[in-house]
C-alpha cells in the first residue's frame, strides 16, 4: 500500500520512519493508552516475581487488568508468554492491586476486580506468520496489534483479528498445563455463548445485521464480546453502539456522545436522525451528578428493522471516522 500526502492537489509520497528501539514504540502508547485503547495506564516496567511487565493498564469498562507488552523481533513465543504474564497475575493478585491503588491514589478492592476478563496486548512493527496462527483461536485473552510509523509523523496501528472457531484448548503444548489453569479462571466471552439464551428469529436477525455491519461501509470496526454485551466499535475503542441479545429481541444502545456542564459536548457528538422514531432518547447520568450520556435504545424483533437500525448506526459511525 502506498501513501501519499495532499498539499493543496499535489501529492508527495509518505515513506516508512521505522521505530529504531522498542522503548520509542513503549513510549508512544503509554503517553496516549486512553486515546488508542480506552485504558487507564497504571505503571511502567512493573516488576513481578521473575517478571517484568512492560506496561500495566486498566480497563474501566470490564475492571480488569490488561498488560501490554512490546516486540521488534519475531524470535518469541506470543502464546508461551502471554499465558505466563496471565498466570503470574492471577497468583499475584494482590501485588497487581496495590500497584494499581499506589499509582493511581485509588482504593479499589480485591472483590470489585473482574479477573476473567484480564487481558495481553502484543505490539509490534510485524507479527511473522507463525506468531499469528498461534493467536488464531476463538477463545485466547491475547490481541495482536501491528504498530507502524511514517515520515509525516502519522501513526498506524493495525488488529491482528482471529477468524478460526477452534479452542485453544485443542492443541498441545509444552505450557499446556498453565493454559488450562489460565483458562479456568480467564473467560473470553463469544458471539455463540452471548446468543444462547436467544429463540432462533433472534438468532437469524442477528445474523444479517452482523453481515451488513461487516460487509457494509464500516472500516476500522471490530464486535468486542464483553460479559452480557456486544460492543461495537472503532479500532481506537470510541463506541459506536452495544448489543444485548435477549430471547425475543436484540437490544440496541447507540451512543450519541458526552454532554458535560453548562452544556458542552464532546468531540463528535452526535444526534440521530430518526425519523420514524422508533429510538427511544435518554440521558444517562455519571456518577459525578454532573455529567450525562446522550443514548438512543431501539429494540430489534423483526428483520424488517435491520436496514434502517443500520442506518442509524451509520449516522453515528460517521460521526466517529
Not at 102 to 109: A, D, G, H, R, V
Request: contains cysteine; proline residues 2%.
Amino acid at each position: 500500500m502506498k501513501l501519499f500526502k495532499n498539499t493543496k492537489g499535489k501529492l508527495s509520497e509518505v515513506s516508512f520512519n521505522p521505530f529504531k528501539l522498542e522503548r520509542d514504540i513503549q513510549s508512544l502508547v503509554e503517553n496516549n493508552t486512553v486515546e488508542i485503547f480506552d485504558l487507564d495506564f497504571i505503571s511502567s516496567e512493573f516488576k513481578i516475581g521473575e517478571f517484568r511487565l512492560d506496561s500495566l493498564c486498566f480497563d474501566k469498562e470490564t475492571n480488569s487488568f490488561v498488560i501490554i507488552e512490546y516486540k521488534k523481533g519475531s524470535s518469541y513465543s506470543v502464546v508461551d508468554q502471554g499465558y505466563s504474564y496471565l498466570s503470574v497475575m492471577l497468583n499475584n493478585k494482590s501485588d497487581f492491586i496495590l500497584e494499581y491503588n499506589e499509582k493511581c491514589s485509588k482504593n479499589i478492592k480485591r472483590g470489585t476486580i473482574n479477573w476473567s476478563q484480564s487481558r495481553i496486548i502484543f505490539i509490534s512493527p510485524s507479527f511473522n506468520t507463525y506468531q499469528k496462527n498461534s493467536v488464531n483461536f476463538t477463545d485466547i485473552p491475547f490481541e495482536l496489534w501491528e504498530v507502524k510509523r511514517y515520515s509525516n509523523d502519522t501513526i498506524s496501528l493495525n488488529s491482528i483479528t482471529p477468524n478460526s472457531k477452534e479452542s485453544i484448548n485443542k492443541i498441545s503444548n509444552k505450557n499446556k498445563s498453565v493454559i488450562n489453569d489460565v483458562n479456568k479462571e480467564v473467560k473470553v466471552i463469544s458471539q455463540e455463548e452471548l446468543l444462547s439464551k436467544s429463540s432462533q428469529k433472534i438468532k437469524d436477525i442477528w445474523y444479517n445485521l452482523e453481515e451488513k455491519l461487516i460487509d457494509g461501509d464500516f472500516s476500522d470496526t471490530r464486535f468486542n464480546y464483553k460479559p452480557g454485551y456486544n460492543r461495537f466499535s472503532m479500532l481506537n475503542n470510541k463506541v459506536i453502539c452495544y448489543f444485548n441479545f435477549q430471547k425475543n429481541k436484540i437490544k440496541i444502545d447507540i451512543i450519541g456522545g458526552t454532554i458535560y456542564q453548562k452544556n458542552k459536548f464532546s468531540k463528535q457528538f452526535c444526534e440521530l436522525d430518526d425519523f420514524k422514531n422508533l429510538t427511544t432518547k435518554r440521558y444517562k447520568p455519571w456518577k459525578d451528578g454532573t455529567t450525562k450520556q446522550l443514548e438512543y435504545s431501539i429494540s430489534v424483533t423483526d428483520v424488517n428493522q435491520v436496514q434502517y437500525v443500520v442506518d442509524l448506526i451509520k449516522q453515528k459511525y460517521n460521526s466517529l471516522s
